[in-house]
């Protein structure tokens, strides 16, 4: 899997997918995650757009 970090530059993955943990860092979030959705590549505008108005506004 090859991702981008917010510098553009891409990496390649050697493991699993980990939900709220830095790359930078390898600091982990301290809280709690409530939804996470992962895809097999880039999504375009477009597509986030129609996702989000999909997705019901929780208030948070």
Do not use: F
Not at 35 to 51: D, N, Q
């Amino acid at each position: 899997m090859t991702a981008r970090l917010e510098s553009g530059t891409a990496w390649a993955s050697t493991g699993g997918l980990q939900v709220g943990r830095s790359a930078k860092t390898g600091q982990y979030l301290s809280g709690a995650v409530d939804e996470v959705r992962a895809y097999s590549g880039v999504l375009s505008p477009t597509t986030i757009a129609m996702i989000n108005d999909l997705t019901p506004d929780t208030g948070l």
